[in-house]
Every structure is written in C-alpha cells, then in structure tokens.
C-alpha cells in the first residue's frame, strides 16, 4: 500500500517554451506540494467528513495513525474551500449526488469517479501545458511549440 511507502519519487521537470514557467510532470497519485498520495488523503477526509470520524479515527483509517493534528485540519480545510469547484468541475463525468453540503457532494462524486481518474481530470490543464515536450517525450519524437495567436485588429 502506498501509505508504508517512505522514500524518494523522482520528479521530471520541464520549462514551457511559450510562458517561460517550470511545469513538474507529476506520477497520477501525486498532488502537488503534499507528502501524501491521493489515496491516503482519500481515505482520511471520507472517514472524516463523510462518516463523521474524529481526525484521530480518520489518521487510523487513512494508515497515518501518529499523524499531527494539524495536517489533517489542513487537509479538511482545503478541501472544504475547494468542494464547491470539484463538485462542478466533476459534473461533466459522473452524475450529480443530492447531498446537503457540497462537500459531501464532491465526496460522493470522487468516489464514484474514482479520486486518481478525477485528480488526471482536474489537473489535466497542468499536464497539457507542457508546450515544449523532449524528444524522449514527444508524439512520434517530435518538438511541439505552439505560436502565439494572433493580436486582435
């Protein structure tokens, strides 16, 4: 399980030629600036706002029970601001649930979806920003660049 997982994933990088920004090319079950895989994260904030769970039982469930206090309050609070615009973005691939809050709405949608599948779906304008691919990388070993469009008159 990847929650016994402690050591190190390497990172590719890339520089988009158009904007000038570094883009890291993630493996799917990463989010980004976090320790945690999307399943431990997952299995915490289901315990812990869909079942009710105590941030205690939800760290046990999650398979992180010497987990601060902290981080799960920061998890379960950037979910919360991010609930509305997951639940919308998620609209288009998985039905809408009835639920009181849009929290558990998201909920209920990322477990129908699948939460990896959703995280490749909600991160895709990420991954596509990639203009500049290596030839190691690119379709058929080609470099694509996009040219900037045209200034309207």
Same mark, same amino acid.
């Given at each position: 399980?990847?929650?016994?997982?402690?050591?190190?994933?390497?990172?590719?990088?890339?520089?988009?030629?158009?904007?000038?920004?570094?883009?890291?090319?993630?493996?799917?079950?990463?989010?980004?600036?976090?320790?945690?895989?999307?399943?431990?994260?997952?299995?915490?904030?289901?315990?812990? $706002?869909?079942?009710?769970?105590?941030? =205690?039982? =939800?760290?046990?469930?999650?398979?992180?029970?010497?987990?601060?206090?902290?981080?799960?309050?920061?998890?379960?609070?950037?979910? $919360?601001?991010? =609930?509305?615009?997951?639940?919308?973005?998620?609209?288009?691939?998985?039905?809408?649930?009835?639920?009181?809050?849009?929290?558990?709405?998201?909920?209920?949608?990322?477990?129908?979806?699948?939460?990896?599948?959703?995280?490749?779906?909600?991160?895709?304008? $990420?991954?596509?920003?990639? $203009?500049?691919?290596?030839?190691?990388?690119?379709?058929?070993?080609?470099?694509?660049?996009?040219?900037?469009?045209?200034?309207?008159?």
């Amino acid at each position: 399980m990847d929650e016994a997982f402690d050591g190190v994933i390497r990172v590719r990088r890339y520089l988009c030629r158009s904007c000038r920004r570094t883009v890291s090319l993630l493996p799917e079950f990463v989010l980004p600036y976090l320790r945690f895989s999307i399943t431990v994260i997952a299995r915490f904030l289901t315990i812990r $706002l869909r079942e009710g769970g105590t941030l =205690a039982a =939800a760290a046990v469930a999650a398979g992180q029970p010497a987990m601060p206090y902290q981080r799960g309050q920061g998890w379960v609070r950037r979910f $919360l601001r991010q =609930a509305a615009a997951v639940a919308a973005a998620l609209v288009a691939w998985t039905p809408i649930v009835p639920a009181p809050t849009f929290a558990l709405r998201a909920l209920h949608m990322l477990t129908a979806f699948g939460w990896i599948p959703a995280h490749r779906v909600l991160f895709a304008a $990420l991954r596509v920003h990639l $203009l500049g691919w290596p030839a190691s990388l690119a379709p058929a070993g080609r470099v694509a660049t996009l040219r900037p469009a045209p200034l309207a008159p």
